[in-house]
């Protein structure tokens, strides 16, 4: 057989007949022979065990579906903290509660709830302007001053001089210390968490109440210098000719930001320009740019801090006697000058209030002195959203949790307790209003607050009767303000607990049980000696019962212990419980356990490469740039499958697999030209998605891609089939005429759409739009309607012919020879393989409908790719080995950035959801956007099967087992994924790039891995029902 | 590994590649390593500032030193037929060239050739391995030309000289299924090393070493320099299994 079959239809054979079993399986050939009855009814049984045990393998898949869904469950529960963003607005005629006795509320003109004390202010943030730089250094002690010490002096002094004028206090952040949350902290009044839900889920704007927004909509003028992130929480509500704002990103650059923001401030405190604006938000950003590249103790972050006394004292110098100036760090810094987590360090900020007239006050003498230390006296940063509200007149923030800060309210002898007392009942009364709306939108009961409620009775009982008499002496009106300051601080901190702590037991539980899913499904997949599926019935009854016994136990705990979560405690045990089931399954077969560690070097690229992915996911930088590494990792496995292909003994197979591996290697490259770059991959990367790196509409040129596609993809997939003369029956139409068809359609759907977005033809918009979305609807219905049906019905993709004996073609299989004729059968080779594969073009054709036109070509190459692996797999006799499933799975990862996706949610095609519908209907609006943002992923997983079935004997025993171990293996690539993006997001948690980057790849690991268990379980190893029946029916099943 | 593949090819009959039994060769060959790293890294600094014009510059030295080393210490490709045809009868004349003769036919030559081959053949062809690794097509296109020479020289310049342009002894490399030796050595380090040098170029470390390609060639130079002294010493004569 070595020298010379010239067909390669015969290959599937050679390597058949290779195997040990040979001999068995060609007496079993045989049996197309006349069937006795005996015959007919083991052939009865075999498909009545076949149809079992392919239920039991989907049943056990779904089990470990179940159990990743629980540990993502925990993990995320206890990670991406919720908070609901309310849309209800602060409104200046409305105050919270009745009014105090001395005010009713008026306009803004006057003040909202509170008379107010400014007309107007400045508003300056020097970006991580920590507290020890502002206070001098205590000379006390072996240590001597660093640099950052005593270099801006100027908020000290003119606190310590003159007291009424002006007030410096360390200003705490809340965790994580990133400006942008900073941002929404100081502007909102609110803590910060993962996912504030509101409606614009995608876009970074602030959607909720705020005090830049209650300006605007009290017409105040609003001028914003500096950062350009503003720009991006508040888009359009600056006053657009004075407004000047920079790019934040550069850290090297110490001072574009502030020189800009120094050059235009000026003119506008000019009394000739005061009365152009009313409030300014100054941001400067060469303190924490000097930290970021020097560090704090450096000269250059002395000479900054020089810089930025001198740009103050200038300030104070024009400042006119109306306006109320404002300076404050969104954060600090670490020693090494950087920031994003909680060490006091990075939340210790300092706050320095001024103003030309004697309103400040404190209520102790000693207090004049500002804190030694951020220690002492300190203010939250949320407390400045009430303080300047009130002293602006407008009204509190609906969500603000902030109470107002003593020294801006106590008046200058700094005895004004009523004062005091009637800010924070205003500002208590918002946060309870708040707290009953936040309540009532999330279903939230009264006795989870109870005693903050209390609270709030007390200090609503103190105010009453206080209020009543006549002449309140000062003790009373302090117990007032204690009280509500009481119930704000309980409230704040049970609002923290809800929000801004990670439930560490709950995420430390996810981890663990998919780590151990993850041992289970390794031990599945790899550890088994012999056929999968005969395994898998004990493997399923024991992990149920584990599972049984293990929610028993949890409702068990869960009544023994009422403090225990009951969802958390019962879902925890009924995991575990399963994974200890299927232990001990594991230890019942352990005969058929093998070394787990890889043997050949295909096991270890395989195990090397996914490990290596892993943990590159614990750097931002590898996270990044995930699409070029797995350009490298293909090109690797394809140099690796080239240079196995140079050691194939059979000519053939040498050919042809050097042929498939470049061809592979090629298609890699060409398609990592469909690029869409992320933010961070800046300037190195150029995006080629869409027509350009500001549009997300395509470029004409680009629309030739799906048409040049659908001319050339089925011909290319029909040559798969013709090598082995599988190109018969079903598949003749499927390739030729529908799947043309369909991929035409789609084409024509995007120059459509080109159409209608680019309003080529005016007045016809309405046709071009209902015309699209029926082509749409037709093209899904042929892929997934008319496709399916071909699948299930298809007999095997075969041609029997019978010619005389001396016929020498041996391109078929011979099956009789009894006479002067034989019975041929054409496409033998590959019966399995080109029967399951219709299934991956189907898919294939559904999903290239949903992808953009750069993104239909990526996909067609993929699936071109996906076509040469099943020969490269074939040629180099690898379908037992991990590597094929893993291959498929690092193709799916790279695919899904070739197709116009990162893991960003920014990146998320929401207008798919379009396509073949106008507007948003369930259930199938969600599934369009998932079938277009995992399209590729969805795509291999599909093409798994084929993979081990690709030119194996159509009686081959054990083929559903192989299908097992190779789902098997590749849903162990993806879990692998899955559980390192989600150590790390958890043990990075208050890294700096979390928000940007390990968040997002920990929820798409996440969600990947569910479709792909979902698509992989039903999709493909249901799938495999359909075609193996379909063979069984010609081939039998003994 | 146990069990080897009845499908795979049978194992090449070649041995590994000894060194010339000369005391020069054995001590030269372990001078070479230290010289070109030197000269590496003694260059180091002006590759980082210009890559293009240093790469170029250094690249006629690496020549000349690669030449010298398998000049001096391997033995030239086809030496042992030479011998066997040297004993025919009726060639006396031919037998017993002079020593400058021999060393022009039997070095002289395989070394240009190989010096010819790495240049002409191995450069484009790693040119285009390093645009399929996923080199940019459309800019940097000297310094990924220039990479891939000295990539070649490194690895192709011995192997050449070794092995000479027989297809099938060919087909054994790339098959990687010559026994490890020295020679090998270079070439599989040199790759392993190269590959190895993309890992640094995501990180954010903002280094100007990072940029292309200096990581690459910086990997291939340690990588000749390793693979070479393992394929020598340890691995000399082990063969690389796939199964």
């Known amino acids: 057989m070595d020298n010379g079959e010239p067909l390669p239809s015969f290959e599937g054979l050679a390597a058949a007949f290779a195997k040990a079993k040979a001999d068995k399986e060609r007496e079993e050939a045989q049996g197309l022979k006349a069937r006795t009855g005996d015959a007919v009814a083991a052939n009865k049984q075999g498909e009545v065990h076949f149809k079992a045990l392919h239920g ?29 963003v309310l849309e209800e607005k602060s409104n200046c005629a409305i105050p919270p509660i009745n009014s105090s006795r001395s005010y009713s509320p008026a306009s803004p003109s006057t003040g909202c709830w509170h008379p107010k004390m400014f007309e107007k202010a400045i508003v300056i943030i020097v970006d991580a302007l920590r507290y020890d730089f502002t206070v001098p250094f205590n000379s006390e002690g072996p240590d001597k001053p660093h640099h950052f010490h005593n270099a801006i002096p100027v908020f000290y002094e003119t606190a310590l001089h003159s007291p009424n004028n002006a007030f410096l206090l360390p200003f705490i952040a809340d965790p994580p210390t990133t400006t942008l949350q ?105 303190v924490d740019h000097a930290g970021h590249r020097y560090g704090p103790d450096h000269p250059a972050m002395a000479a900054k801090l020089n810089q930025m006394d001198e740009i103050f004292r200038k300030m104070i110098d024009q400042l006119d006697d109306d306006t109320l100036l404002v300076v404050m760090g969104d954060h600090g810094m670490d020693a090494k000058g950087d920031h994003g987590g909680e060490s006091d360090d990075e939340i210790q900020a300092a706050l320095w209030m001024y103003s030309k007239q004697k309103l400040f006050g404190r209520s102790s003498p000693s207090y004049t002195t500002p804190p030694a230390t951020a220690k002492e006296r300190p203010v939250a940063q949320i407390d400045l959203v009430p303080t300047l509200s009130l002293l602006l007149g407008m009204p509190i923030p609906f969500n603000n949790l902030g109470a107002p800060i003593e020294e801006a309210f106590i008046g200058p002898k700094g005895d004004d307790f009523e004062n005091l007392a009637t800010v924070h009942r205003l500002a208590a009364a918002q946060i309870h209003r708040y707290q009953h709306a936040y309540a009532q939108a999330r279903g939230l009961d009264e ?135 299927s232990a001990t399954a594991f230890w019942y077969v352990r005969r058929r356990i093998v070394y787990p560690f890889p043997t050949t070097i295909w096991g270890w690229t395989s195990v090397v490469f996914t490990l290596a992915l892993s943990a590159g996911f614990a750097a931002n930088s590898f996270t990044i740039w995930e699409d070029e590494i797995l350009l490298h990792f293909l090109t690797t496995f394809g140099v690796l499958l080239t240079i196995s292909s140079f050691r194939q003994r059979n000519a053939i197979d040498r050919a042809l697999g050097c042929y498939h591996s470049s061809l592979f290697i090629i298609l890699t490259r060409v398609a990592s030209l469909s690029r869409l770059c992320r933010e961070e991959q800046m300037p190195y990367c150029k995006s080629t998605y869409y027509a350009s790196a500001t549009s997300s509409t395509s470029a004409p040129w680009q629309l030739a891609i799906p048409i040049v596609s659908a001319f050339l993809l089925p011909n290319l997939i029909r040559t798969y089939y013709k090598n082995t003369r599988n190109h018969q029956g079903s598949a003749v139409l499927w390739l030729d005429v529908a799947l043309r068809f369909g991929m035409l359609l789609g084409a024509a759907y995007w120059t459509l759409d080109a159409a209608d977005d680019g309003d080529w033809y005016p007045g016809y918009g309405k046709l071009l739009k209902t015309t699209k979305t029926i082509i749409a609807q037709i093209t899904l219905a042929i892929a997934l309607g008319f496709g399916y049906s071909t699948f299930s019905w298809s007999k095997p993709l075969l041609k029997i012919e019978t010619r005389s004996a001396d016929s020498k073609d041996k391109s078929a299989q011979v099956v009789a020879d009894g006479g002067r004729s034989s019975i041929t059968i054409l496409g033998y080779a590959n019966v399995h393989g080109s029967r399951y594969a219709l299934l991956v073009t189907m898919w294939f054709l559904a999903i290239s409908l949903v992808q953009k036109p750069m993104g239909a070509g990526a996909i067609a190459i993929a699936a071109w790719q996906i076509f040469s692996l099943f020969e490269i797999i074939d040629t180099n006799k690898l379908s037992d080995s991990a590597v094929g499933p893993v291959i498929l799975g690092l193709l799916g990862s790279f695919y899904f950035f070739k197709t116009g996706h990162q893991a960003t949610l920014a990146s998320i095609q929401w207008e798919s959801a379009f396509i073949p519908l106008q507007t948003i209907r369930y259930p199938w609006s969600p599934l369009l956007v998932t079938l277009n943002t995992f399209g590729a992923q969805i795509l291999c ?73 979902v698509m992989a379980i039903f999709v493909a190893v249901g799938g495999t029902r359909v075609s193996f029946l379909s063979v069984a029916e010609v081939f039998g099943w003994t | ?55 170029s510059r250094t690249l006629l030295p690496l020549g000349v030193l690669q030449i010298a080393y398998v000049a001096i210490c391997l033995p030239p490709t086809g030496s042992k037929d030479v011998v066997v045809e040297k004993r025919k009868p009726g060639e006396k004349k031919k037998a017993a ?68 342009v027989d297809g099938e002894k060919w087909k054994e490399i790339v098959g990687l299924l010559l026994p490890i030796d020295e020679v090998y050595g270079c070439m599989i380090g040199t790759m392993f090393g190269a590959w190895m040098g993309a890992v640094p170029i995501p990180l954010d470390w903002d280094r100007e070493w990072q940029k292309w390609p200096i990581t690459i060639v910086t990997g291939a130079y340690i990588g000749f320099a390793v693979g070479k002294l393992l394929g020598g010493t340890l691995l000399k004569g082990k063969r690389i299994k796939f199964e």
């Open chain 1, 56 to 84: 039991i393998v989907i049943a056990f898949f779904t089990f470990l579906l179940a159990l990743h869904l629980v540990g993502i469950y925990l993990f995320t529960s206890g990670f991406l903290l919720t908070r609901l």
């Open chain 1, 182 to 286: 900073r941002l929404k902290g100081l502007t909102t009044g609110t803590l910060p968490t993962f996912i504030d839900a509101g409606s614009n889920f995608a876009g970074t704007a602030i959607d909720e109440d705020n005090l830049v927004a209650q300006l605007r909509n009290a017409s105040k003028r609003i001028v914003h210098l500096g950062d350009d992130t503003w720009h991006s929480l508040f888009p359009g509500y600056f006053e657009p000719n004075l407004t000047h704002a920079y790019d934040s990103f550069n850290v090297w650059d110490l001072h574009t930001v502030d020189n800009g923001v120094t050059k235009h401030i000026f003119p506008l405190l000019h009394p000739s320009n005061s009365s152009k604006w009313d409030v300014i938000f100054g941001h400067y950003l060469g």
């Open chain 1, 447 to 581: 006795n989870s607050r109870a005693s903050s409620v209390s609270l709030w009775r007390a200090a609503n009982n103190a105010w009453d009767s206080v209020a009543g008499t006549k002449k309140a002496n000062k003790e009373q009106w302090i117990n007032v303000y204690k009280s509500f300051s009481r119930y704000q601080r309980e409230t704040l901190s049970m609002c923290r607990a809800l929000w801004a702590r990670f439930d560490i037991p709950r995420m430390v539980n996810g981890i663990t049980i998919l780590a151990s899913t993850l041992l289970v499904l390794a031990t599945y997949a790899r550890g088994l000696d012999g056929d999968h599926a005969e395994l898998t019935p004990p493997l399923l009854t024991r992990s149920i019962l584990g599972a049984i016994i293990g929610t028993l136990l949890g409702f068990g705990a869960s009544f023994a212990i009422p403090s225990l979560p009951w969802e958390h405690a019962v879902s925890y045990s009924t995991a575990i419980g399963g994974v200890i089931g």
């Open chain 1, 941 to 1013: 997983a599909v093409a798994v099967p084929a993979v081990v079935l690709w030119k194996q004997p159509p009686k081959k025993r054990g083929l559903l087992g192989d299908v097992t171990k190779a789902i098997a293996t590749h849903l162990l690539f993806y879990a692998a994924i899955n559980l390192a993006t989600t150590m790390w997001a958890g043990h990075l948690r208050r890294h700096l790039m979390l928000y940007r980057i390990f968040c997002p790849r920990f929820m798409t690991g996440a969600v990947v891995l569910l479709v792909v268990d």
């Open chain 2, 1 to 55: 590994m146990a069990a080897a593949n009845p499908a795979e090819k049978s194992k090449s009959q070649a041995t590994p590649i000894d060194l010339l039994n000369y005391d020069t060769a054995k001590l030269y060959t372990h001078v070479h390593p230290i010289l070109l790293l030197s000269l590496y890294f003694y260059s180091f600094r002006s590759i980082v500032a210009d890559p293009i014009s240093t790469l």
């Open chain 2, 97 to 164: 060239p002079g020593k400058l003769e021999s060393g022009i036919n039997g070095k002289i030559i395989p070394a240009f050739l190989s010096l010819i081959l790495s240049t002409l053949a191995a450069t484009p062809l790693l040119f285009g391995i390093l645009i399929l690794f996923g080199a940019p097509i459309t800019t940097h296109i000297f310094e990924t030309g220039l990479c891939g020479a000295h990539i070649a020289f490194l690895s192709t310049i011995p192997l050449v000289y070794v092995h000479g």
